[in-house]
């Protein structure tokens, strides 16, 4: 929001629903405030104390949560941050179903598989579903009963396809949020999850993700959790329970800002030939945009003012940017292999179009001994080539390629089940 407007006001209209730690009211036919409590509970609400200023914390950490997420590529109902207790999003149909996802063994998860030793990892992370029934203890439940219920969401029948989705955003949400909090030094062992249909018939990640939603481990120790665990834990609740409690929400919360904030230094620096190639060098950077990748165009030729070349290495290595190098050149390829030459930065070759594309190609995989670079064929290949490369030490970058991942999964499965109807009408 521009500094210095006005923030929108809103008319709550109709409580739509109350729970244990929150109220959602209605605004629009399509958006609701999500209004949270000073309340803290367990065991389904059979334990629960107010805990003054609970509601700003807690929805501190679920706005930077969700904005993580949305930033990142995640389809969200969460819109914007509110007041300091609650968030706009967009008004959903709920699933009445929790997804939890566990990298630890620890817990109920102990209680219902006996034998499994506590701290036992999963890979990939272990994804559960259990059934909204406060009166029955949410039981668990497989794929099978939740397509068996076909729950109907604004109109958006909940199927196979549905819960294949599901379970891989479920997954994809946690290992993306699971590496954020690893650069806080910080273990995330399990979180539970909601989700909902909008309007559109769109499943979107919903409900909250605050102190409640998790346990979280500093430094992997179970002895420093932060999180409602150690509110469950207690067999009486004192005033400095309590205090002690709402520090380590408060601790939480802060740490989310952090997350939320974390900075990015990567640069792709994109050297072409020849100016002609501009047009094919600005494709590579619109997909290094898409992918929150800063770039720069740099024209320098390896045959032609190779001191040149030299020069803008020694200017871009010397920063204080991580850096990634496309080189884009055909024919008698030099710039890519004079770049890998005077850096250590990666090199990436992307040769422009061309009536000889393949003997383009061959000039760049044709490398003398010693030197080391990739080469791709198109835009979009260059970008992710480097995308990965930036990854392996940017949350940023990874997230961002790991919801892109998930949402080449939906659109599949949604193509695919779009398809399968059309077949089905036709008989």
């Known amino acids: 929001m521009p500094i210095n407007m006005p923030r929108t006001e809103f008319e709550l209209k109709n409580k739509l629903a109350e729970g244990k730690t929150k109220e959602i009211w209605e605004i629009s036919k399509t958006e609701v ?8 509970t367990a065991w389904n609400g059979a334990k629960g104390h107010t805990m ?5 914390i807690s929805n501190q950490t679920t706005s930077n949560i969700f904005t993580i997420l949305k930033q990142a590529g995640i389809r969200t109902a969460f819109i914007e941050k509110y007041k300091d207790n609650s968030f706009r999003a967009e008004r959903c149909e709920m699933i009445p179903i929790e997804w939890v996802t566990r990298r630890l063994a620890t817990g109920s998860f102990l209680k219902r598989c006996p034998g499994v030793e506590e ?14 029934d406060d009166a029955n203890d949410d039981p668990q439940w497989s794929d099978q009963q939740i ?5 109907k969401l604004n109109g958006l029948k909940i199927g196979r396809a549905e819960v294949q989705c599901l379970k891989k955003m479920t997954s994809t949400i946690f290992e993306i949020l699971e590496k954020y909090w690893a650069t806080q030094d910080c ?13 559109s018939g769109q499943i979107l990640l919903a409900d909250v993700i605050d102190n409640d939603s998790w346990r979280l481990w500093p430094s992997g120790d179970k002895r420093l959790m932060k999180d409602k665990q150690v509110y469950r834990n207690l067999a009486e609740v004192t005033d400095k329970d309590l205090l002690v409690i709402k520090e380590n929400f408060q601790w939480v919360a802060d740490k989310t800002e952090l997350l939320k904030h974390q900075s990015s230094n990567c640069l792709v620096v994109i050297i072409m030939g020849s100016k002609s190639d501009e047009e094919f060098c600005r494709k590579i950077g619109d997909y290094c945009k898409k992918l929150g990748l800063p770039f720069t165009l740099r024209v320098s030729s390896a045959h032609k003012s190779t001191d040149d070349v030299l020069q803008v290495i020694s200017e871009y290595d010397g920063s204080s940017n991580r850096i990634v190098y496309i080189a884009v050149a055909g024919r008698s390829n030099g710039l890519g292999l004079v770049i890998a030459a005077n850096s250590i930065s990666p090199v990436i070759n992307c ?26 064929v198109n835009p979009e290949a260059a970008a992710l080539s480097a995308a990965h ?27 695919d089940k779009f398809l399968n109807q059309q077949k089905e009408s036709e008989i």
């Open 147 to 151: 397509i068996a219920a076909q729950f």
């Open 351 to 376: 040769p422009p179009p061309s009536n000889d594309l393949s003997r383009d190609i061959w000039s760049s995989l044709s490398l003398p001994s010693g030197l080391g670079c990739s080469t791709v």
């Open 52 to 56: 003054v200023n609970k509601s700003i």
């Open 33 to 40: 405030i999500v209004l949270s409590k000073d309340r803290i």
């Open 389 to 415: 490369i930036f990854a392996l030490n940017d949350c940023n970058v990874w997230a961002k390629l790991r919801a892109r991942q998930l949402n080449n999964f939906v659109s599949i499965k949604e193509a």
């Open 119 to 132: 701290g036992t990892k999963f890979y990939p992370p272990l994804v559960e579903t259990f059934f909204k």
């Open 187 to 199: 273990v995330l062992v399990d979180m539970k999850i909601e989700f909902g249909v909008n309007s």
